[in-house]
């Protein structure tokens, strides 16, 4: 199984951004995706997540307004779009795959443990 994140560099504060995370070895239909940052000197924390089906989003409260996940499952690929970059968003973006039962098409989980696969991450570095 690979995840791989991608999209990220050195922008302004202001931009946006948009990073996507292509997986691969695995049916991609079948798992939950999530983002997760780590920032310098910071534990890796949650910022969203998508149901396996796309209807269903969760976000971390201090993202919520600012990112956008998506999923094409066509495309085996998730997003994460954006907006308004703080230099507090510098940080490596990280996906993740959680595998979860036919039954569970609405589930999400903010929880790291519960993600089976996790990419290599992106780095996001936003300039003041």
């Known amino acids: 199984v690979q995840l791989q994140a991608s999209g990220g560099g050195l922008v302004q504060a202001g931009d946006s951004l948009r990073l996507a995370c292509v997986a691969s070895g695995l049916t991609f239909s079948g798992y939950a995706m999530g983002w997760f940052r780590q920032a310098p000197g910071k534990d890796r924390e949650y910022i969203a997540a998508i149901s396996k089906n796309g209807a269903n989003t969760y976000y971390a409260d201090s993202v919520k307004g600012r990112f956008t996940i998506s999923r094409d499952n066509a495309e085996n690929t998730v997003y994460l779009q954006i907006t308004s970059l703080r230099p507090e968003d510098t940080a490596v973006y990280y996906c993740?795959?959680?595998?979860?039962?036919?039954?569970?098409?609405?589930?999400?989980?903010?929880?790291?443990?519960?993600?089976?696969?996790w990419g290599q991450g992106t780095l996001v570095t936003v300039s003041s």
């Open positions: 993740a795959a959680d595998r979860v039962y036919s039954s569970q098409r609405m589930y999400v989980s903010s929880r790291q443990s519960d993600y089976d696969y």
